[in-house]
């Protein structure tokens, strides 16, 4: 080996040498401060790919435990003003059977009673239709209904046998097998809201049976003021086609009008639906009936003609409250383990997010050790290496 001056290829070996130590101590102080192993696609370009998705659940998941959360909002909301639609009635099932007590209670005793129950009507007015949650009003029986079949005309006898009618089409798609429905009729002497507690437990075995959660179809009943008939309704969260079957009671009987009964959308529906999942179709629908004296068949009570009858009345109304009271309650135990649920989720994704995208800070510190000693191995090799080609000077003394 000479020695030459124009190539100095030990200071070029050296200088690579330091090039890439030099680089692999940029990239490991890079990981360091920013805690991610990951900081572009060239670091690892499928564990990038991976880390992204998992991100996009993960972000998705904490958002669902917040629409939960405002879903358990929601419900307490509506179960505290159905709390005070309990009481109400309490009150006025104590002024029906005071009104009832001919033995000491006279003519004007029972009309003052009256006024009292005239008033508390009001207030149940009142609560449906301000009761809300934001712009949401959650007892007028607009929440979790977006479609309706309004009744067309007031039916002066309730159908006391039973009903048969077939679900064709339910949100949107014409169904292959239609859902079948039979009630068990309520019987002589049944309130409207007996009838429709009939007709809406059938509905919720049948769609709960063909896979639905069993609340995209209910029926409603009001009671008009002179208690003269009662107009029904069918509403439900989604696009529906009811039929008449041909067996038993028909939809005619109810008001309804007779074949394909085809929902219409309502201008002030609210779809009741809450987001509990990062993907689409993860939803929860709640379902709320309306709260008025006319819904709940109060309105035309009078107890100066018959209390009797105000206490049987009542006993129903109270009895479609605290139903609807218990579906909220389990609505909200529902949301509770939902969050619970997608807490968990959240926390083993974000464990596997963590493993492929963070920074192991202990073994990333041997590597900067490492690198570090050599950048000043490197350069002092290099300084060397320069120094090398001074020695061709003693050749020139």
Not at 56 to 64: D, E, N, P, R, Y
Not at 207 to 233: H, I, P, Q, W
Request: proline share 1%; hydrophobic share 40%.
């Amino acid at each position: 080996m000479g020695l030459r001056i124009n190539q100095n290829i030990a200071a070029q070996n050296a200088y690579r040498n330091l090039s890439v130590t030099d680089n692999q101590m940029s990239k490991s102080l890079e990981k360091l401060s920013s805690g991610y192993r990951i900081n572009r696609a060239a670091d690892d370009a499928a564990g990038l790919s991976i880390s992204e998705g998992l991100r996009s659940q993960i972000g998705g998941l904490k958002v669902a435990v917040r629409n939960a959360q405002d879903g358990i909002s929601v419900t307490q909301t509506a179960e505290g003003a159905l709390n005070e639609v309990t009481s109400i009635l309490q009150r006025m099932r104590d002024l029906s059977v005071q009104a009832a007590n001919g033995g000491s209670t006279d003519s004007e005793a029972a009309a003052a009673a009256q006024k009292e129950f005239s008033q508390l009507n009001s207030e149940l007015d009142r609560i449906g239709s301000t009761t809300a949650f934001g712009k949401s009003k959650l007892l007028d029986g607009s929440f979790g209904t977006t479609q309706q079949v309004a009744g067309t005309k007031q039916t002066t006898a309730l159908p006391t046998g039973n009903l048969a009618f077939d679900i064709t089409t339910l949100g949107g798609v014409t169904l292959g097998t239609p859902i079948a429905v039979t009630t068990t009729g309520p019987g002589a002497g049944a309130s409207a809201a007996e009838v429709v507690d009939s007709i809406n437990t059938a509905l919720d075995s049948a769609l709960k049976a063909a896979g639905y959660n069993g609340n995209e179809v209910r029926f409603a009943a009001t009671v008009a003021d002179d208690g003269s008939g009662y107009t029904f309704e069918i509403n439900g969260t989604t696009d529906f086609v009811i039929n008449d079957n041909g067996a038993g009671t028909g939809l005619d009987d109810l008001g309804l009008g007779t074949g394909a009964q085809t929902s219409a959308a309502l201008a002030n529906g609210h779809s009741g639906q809450f987001q509990v999942g990062a993907n689409k179709g993860e939803t929860l629908t709640i379902s709320i009936g309306a709260v008025s004296a006319a819904a709940l068949g109060t309105n035309s009570l009078d107890l100066t003609s018959d209390p009797d009858g105000a206490i049987e009345a009542l006993d129903s109304a109270l009895q479609q409250v605290s139903d609807q009271r218990a579906e909220l309650g389990a609505y909200q135990n529902r949301f509770e383990h939902t969050i619970n649920n997608l807490n968990v989720s959240v926390e083993n994704l974000s464990a596997s997010e963590s493993r492929i995208r963070d920074t192991d800070m202990a073994q990333e510190m041997v590597a900067f050790t490492r690198n570090q000693i050599l950048t000043q191995a490197g350069t002092s090799m290099l300084s060397q290496a320069n120094q090398a080609s001074q020695n061709v000077l003693s050749l020139l003394r």
